[in-house]
């Protein structure tokens, strides 16, 4: 518990520069010094260069020691994030924002890593899931309270209490983190924390962690890369520009903000709670389907478009991704050789980080031809396929 309290505090306090970013940048670039139509490419820069960084950081974790790998990211972090309150102009913050994807791949990638190294096969679901809800609460608690105080002490200010709290977070896991891992050379080398060899309950060879790729990325396809970025536009089409509720006092930017609001506070609660009861039902991917069936669901009921539909749908789809995310990355944990399982991780976050960059620009291809309801209504179809693609894996482990 004491490595799950030190490596979780760490990234949560990590998140809140950028988070915070993402929410003030385009209103503030003014004070950045950067023109408005440099903020996409300045926002995106990081997860770019983590297509790079994934693969190496995961080998890296492979290779040598975990505890430094990660307190040497979070202080890049915090860094980093000075780098955005100390500067002004592109160039330094598009320098701030590609080391933040260098800390963010050591950070991300490391961090799961000792969790996955420190748990043990009754209780990993559980831990991975805890720290899969530091991650949604830092994204999501960094967005609101970086926007907040961004609109009382300014740009510059809120980024440097980011950095400060990067270097806290980093102070935190100086502290109370142990060595969890280094290289494993060989069948008396290796540092396991738990005796028990991994039961791969993704099936033999390959095809489980081909799978569970699958299911990374579907989930951040769906999520980030096709709902994310058109939700605004769908409730503008269905409420029409002047739309709104109570009288006009919430619009569609208010509706919008407060539905992609929920989606990472609802995950925050379904990740532990799906991941914990895939460690007491002993199959891992019978909960993997179970957690796709609200994801289906979920966008079948936004695509509708009422209130009533949304009101029910958004949580749905919300559940599906907490469960999508933390039990794929359980999965990646659990199959294959011990001394590549960094390896694998930086595939699995790769996968993720290319499905959350080609998402939008596919989902904007796809509205002349389908409609926003349509991109929706497909998007729920993959789902359902993901959900028949599991159904089928726990089908060919049910004998073991």
Not at 55 to 76: E, N, V
Not at 77 to 93: K, V
């Amino acid at each position: 518990m004491r490595v799950l309290l030190a490596v979780g505090a760490g990234t949560f306090l990590s998140l809140f520069g950028d988070a915070a970013l993402y929410a003030v940048l385009p209103t503030y670039t003014l004070e950045a010094g950067v023109s408005v139509a440099t903020v996409g490419l300045l926002l995106s820069a990081n997860r770019l260069i983590r297509l790079l960084l994934n693969g190496p950081a995961g080998a890296a974790y492979d290779r040598w020691r975990h505890r430094w790998l990660f307190l040497i990211s979070l202080f890049i972090g915090g860094c980093s994030t000075a780098i955005y309150g100390l500067t002004r102009g592109f160039w330094p913050l598009l320098l701030g924002r590609l080391l933040w994807g260098l800390a963010w791949s050591g950070i991300w990638v490391g961090g799961n890593a000792i969790v996955l190294r420190a748990s043990r096969e009754e209780n990993r679901g559980r831990w991975i899931g805890v720290y899969q809800a530091c991650y949604f609460l830092g994204e999501s608690g960094g967005a609101v309270a970086g926007g907040l105080l961004a609109d009382h002490v300014g740009y510059h200010r809120t980024m440097m209490v980011g950095a400060g709290l990067t270097f806290l977070g980093a102070l935190v896991a100086l502290v109370l983190l142990p060595e969890t891992g280094g290289r494993v050379e060989g069948k008396g080398a290796s540092r396991r924390t738990d005796p028990s060899p991994p039961r791969a309950p993704g099936g033999a060879g390959d095809g489980g962690f081909v799978v569970a790729l699958a299911l990374y990325g579907v989930n951040r396809l769906a999520l980030f890369g096709f709902f994310q970025p058109t939700f605004g536009l769908f409730l503008q089409e269905r409420m029409g520009e002047g739309g709104g509720v109570s009288g006009g006092l919430l619009g569609v930017a208010g509706l919008t903000g407060l539905g992609l609001g929920a989606l990472p506070l609802i995950s925050m609660v379904s990740a532990p709670v799906l991941g914990e009861l895939s460690d007491r039902v002993g199959d891992r991917w019978r909960v993997v389907a179970a957690g796709l069936v609200p994801g289906v669901l979920g966008f079948g009921l936004v695509a509708l478009g009422s209130p009533l539909a949304l009101l029910l749908g958004i949580p749905l789809a919300a559940i599906s991704g907490g469960s999508n995310q933390s039990l794929a990355t359980v999965l990646v944990g659990e199959l294959g050789r011990e001394e590549q399982r960094s390896r694998r991780l930086g595939a699995l976050f790769t996968v993720g980080d290319l499905a959350s960059a080609v998402g939008p620009p596919l989902a904007y291809g796809l509205i002349p031809l389908l409609g926003i309801r349509g991109v929706y209504l497909l998007t729920a179809a993959v789902l359902a396929l993901m959900l028949l693609v599991a159904l089928r894996q726990n089908l060919q482990i049910e004998p073991r």
